[in-house]
């Protein structure tokens, strides 16, 4: 099989990325880079050998199979965001969970892993095994992303976000409490969302988490009036909160132990340290 040279195969592929930076295109897929190759004198026979190299040589990334990003070795391209990576892992997407939690100021705490919301009817990618992997993270140039699969009628609550030069879906500061109280072990913890929730009251539309909290399911809208009230809150929305009707008790902390005194205003079993009897 013909091949083109190493020196022809290199000037024509730097070619096309630069191509495809002018264009706009920092994520790009390989019917993307098709079409632009002709333009930088890259024939189709050769497109896949190109992009191979193009790797090895670190002028664009790898992110799964069919679709890259440039890399910053690129002339005049800044580096490609992890949140506008999600954007093109899969669709819808929102930034969320630890991460949101992370972007909104309302944690210190860094996670390694970004954490995109999106649908049961999205394709996501399939997990592979890396050194910095979580179960169930899926690694793309450096990072480790984690997709919290959720169905279509409770994928809401995002908004829209400017991080570096990307516009990206992130979920609110409301919906990311919510996310935190009904699955804290994507949110550093329990604790760590209680204090998050109460150190930003002042900045909580306390009304629409309510009317988010009904939308998604009642444990969450039970844990979510025990944490207003448990930080002084004493708006109308506790009472709506508290006349929901639920079967059985629910633990606060839904990852901690099955034990701890019963709350029968809330119906929730307070599981938390120092509420627990060792």
Not at 45 to 69: C, D
Not at 87 to 94: N, R
Not at 207 to 217: D, I, T
Not at 221 to 230: F, I, N, Q, Y
Request: charged share 20%; net charge positive.
């Amino acid at each position: 099989m013909e091949t083109i040279t190493k020196p022809k195969q290199s000037l024509v592929g730097i070619e096309m990325v630069r191509r495809l930076a002018h264009q706009g295109d920092r994520i790009f897929s390989t019917d993307r880079a098709r079409q632009v190759a002709p333009g930088a004198g890259l024939k189709a026979p050769y497109l896949h050998e190109a992009l191979h190299h193009l790797a090895r040589n670190g002028w664009i990334v790898p992110l799964r199979r069919g679709l890259y990003a440039l890399s910053s070795a690129v002339p005049g391209v800044a580096p490609v965001h992890e949140f506008e990576v999600a954007m093109a892992l899969v669709s819808p997407a929102a930034v969320s969970h630890w991460s949101a939690l992370h972007h909104h100021g309302m944690t210190e705490q860094a996670p390694r892993t970004v954490f995109v919301l999106t649908t049961t009817e999205s394709a996501v990618p399939r997990t592979r095994q890396a050194e910095n992997a979580d179960q169930g993270g899926f690694p793309a140039g450096d990072t480790v992303y984690r997709f919290i699969q959720v169905r279509p009628h409770r994928f809401f609550g995002t908004e829209q976000a400017w991080v570096g030069e990307a516009r990206v879906s992130i979920t609110d500061r409301e919906r990311t409490l919510l996310d935190g109280l009904s699955m804290p072990q994507h949110c550093g913890g329990f604790p760590e969302v209680l204090h998050a929730l109460g150190a930003g009251m002042d900045r909580l539309d306390v009304e629409r988490m309510a009317g988010y909290a009904v939308r998604l399911n009642t444990a969450t809208a039970k844990r979510l009036g025990w944490a207003l009230e448990h930080h002084g809150y004493e708006g109308p929305e506790l009472e709506r909160l508290a006349r929901l009707p639920i079967k059985g008790y629910r633990r606060l902390d839904p990852t901690g132990r099955h034990s701890g005194p019963c709350n029968s205003r809330w119906m929730l079993r307070e599981n938390l340290p120092g509420m627990v009897e060792p």
